[in-house]
């Protein structure tokens, strides 16, 4: 399943270094997603669910618009709308964010996988999900900053954006970005990107939206999928966008540090014990209580046999 | 088996069954679990039937385990509470690993060092029970911040485990004669004199 036409940098529960010669010359690449210019028609959605053959079971109204109401293993983007109140302005905001993978720099799904090469990165930057060497025990989950994998209940393999890789791969733009009427999702490279976000940031800023900016987190190593926000000071008005996302503390300790040494004090206790019994030898019974007791054996077989 | 008529039963057959469903749950969660721990350990996976299958097994292995360990608890704890006489024998423990066991105080059916592996495996089984339930996701899922926390857990949870039960096959090894216990029940009084004198004089009226 590993595209040949796309290079791998990082692989899953892989310690070597994967091969490092070729190498995007142009640059990473990078999803920009301009929240002020999204008008939720979920056409995004649609184009994913199409190209990747998807189909999510239509759910029920919660009384939002989000529809399905969060990401599942069919849904790889959901639109997530928020009304909010602009006390500053008196301005009744409806923002919406089209949420799903963030294809960290630093993905914490790929540092959790136990799984070798099931998860990758390649060296444009997409992470990317190769399920037939899933083993579906959800640490990608455990992982993830954003909370974006989703473990399927029929096969139990975990799933998510691929941005899509597969047209990447083919010099193709991704199906979102392909079909979104408006020009709010681009894709390009990385630095261009960034370069377009601060020409629309600028223009934001003229229009009132003093704290506008661009999210892309440095707390995992920046993401290949951003956002312009109106509001870049506060990223959970976005239902929750975190606001400094960094793989959490405890899976950096249990997927770190704690496998060498783990491994160090294992292979210490049974190295110990070895060398333990060659050079203090056995436990053993000692020759003068095994004498006694042949001798109590031998009287004991007199009196029964007079 | 009883090779010598006057040899002394030390588990009951039931005791030992139960000790080895635990040992053998025990393995296979070790393997198992490595192979999710560590890169390196990921092959082990091909003991099970791959990747999913290992995933699919190791938490209900897991359960059986905690099962025969709570009966394994019940039959074995009174014997392992600590007396003023296992606190003398763990303060000489470093004689004992010296490997000069002669001055050592008189010991029970077990020792200090037994009593405080039995603890401590208590203590281990515990936290990984919890942890590995927290864990489960084919039936459960709990606040992602709960699952980081038990997969901490979990790990040093297994590895203090590994760590205890080398010391316990080592003990059993290093000492000549102990084996045999927990696979046909008896050991000769020579040894339980040696070893456990507390045990032997209980078990023979002897007081030599």
């Not at chain 1, 184009?47 to 939002?64: F, I, T, Y």
Request: net charge positive; glycine share 8%; with cysteine.
């Amino acid at each position: 399943m590993s595209l040949q036409s796309l290079d791998i940098k990082r692989l899953s529960a892989t310690t070597t270094p994967a091969p490092q010669a070729r190498t995007p010359q142009s640059g990473d690449v990078a999803k920009l997603i301009d929240v002020s210019k999204c008008i939720g028609c979920k056409a995004c959605q649609t184009a994913c669910m199409e190209w990747n053959d998807l189909r999510q079971e239509p759910g029920v109204n919660h009384g939002v618009y989000d529809n399905p109401n969060d990401l599942t293993e069919n849904a790889w983007t959901v639109m997530r709308y928020t009304e909010y109140d602009n006390e500053a302005t008196g301005n009744l905001e409806w923002l919406i964010r089209k949420d799903g993978c963030m294809h960290c720099e630093d993905p914490g799904c790929l540092k959790a996988c136990p799984s070798p090469g099931a998860i990758v990165q390649y060296t444009n930057g997409i992470v990317d999900f190769h399920q037939e060497k899933c083993v579906g025990c959800g640490y990608c989950v455990t992982g993830c900053p954003f909370n974006v994998p989703r473990i399927s209940k029929k096969d139990s393999k975990a799933y998510k954006c691929t941005l899509c890789s597969d047209r990447v791969a083919v010099g193709q733009e991704p199906a979102c970005v392909k079909t979104c009427p408006t020009g709010a999702i681009m894709f390009g490279t990385k630095k261009s990107m960034k370069d377009h976000a601060d020409e629309r940031i600028a223009d934001l800023k003229e229009r009132g939206f003093a704290q506008a900016g661009l999210y892309d987190p440095a707390g995992v190593g920046g993401t290949h999928v951003m956002y312009v926000l109106h509001h870049a000071d506060q990223p959970s008005l976005y239902q929750g966008l975190p606001t400094d996302p960094k793989v959490s503390a405890a899976v950096r300790l249990w997927k770190g540090v704690s496998k060498p040494l783990a491994m160090a004090a294992l292979g210490a206790a049974a190295l110990g014990g070895l060398f333990h019994y060659i050079t203090k030898g056995p436990n053993d019974v000692s020759k003068e209580l095994e004498d006694e007791m042949e001798r109590q054996d031998r009287e004991a077989e007199k009196e029964t046999q007079p | 088996m009883r090779r010598n008529p006057r040899d002394l039963q030390r588990y009951s057959a039931s005791e030992r069954a139960n000790h080895w469903v635990v040992g053998i749950c025990f393995i296979l969660l070790a393997l198992s679990g490595l192979a999710f721990f560590h890169p390196a350990f990921f092959p082990l996976t091909q003991l099970f039937g791959g990747g999913p299958w290992t995933r699919i097994l190791h938490p209900y292995i897991g359960v059986v385990m905690m099962l025969f360990f709570i009966m394994m608890f019940f039959r074995f704890w009174r014997l392992n509470v600590m007396e003023q006489r296992d606190v003398e024998w763990l303060k000489n423990v470093n004689k004992m690993i010296d490997g000069n066991d002669h001055d050592m105080p008189e010991q029970g059916k077990y020792n200090g060092g037994q009593k405080v592996l039995f603890w401590g495996l208590v203590l281990g089984m515990l936290a990984l029970t919890a942890s590995g339930v927290a864990m489960w996701r084919a039936w459960l899922n709990l606040p992602v911040d709960m699952v980081r926390i038990a997969s901490v857990v979990h790990a040093v949870a297994a590895v203090w485990m590994i760590g205890l039960i080398i010391m316990h096959v080592y003990a059993a090894i290093w000492t000549r004669g102990t084996i045999r216990a927990m696979l046909y029940g008896t050991v000769t009084r020579a040894w339980a004199k040696q070893h456990h004198r507390g045990w032997y004089r209980k078990m023979t009226g002897d007081n030599s």
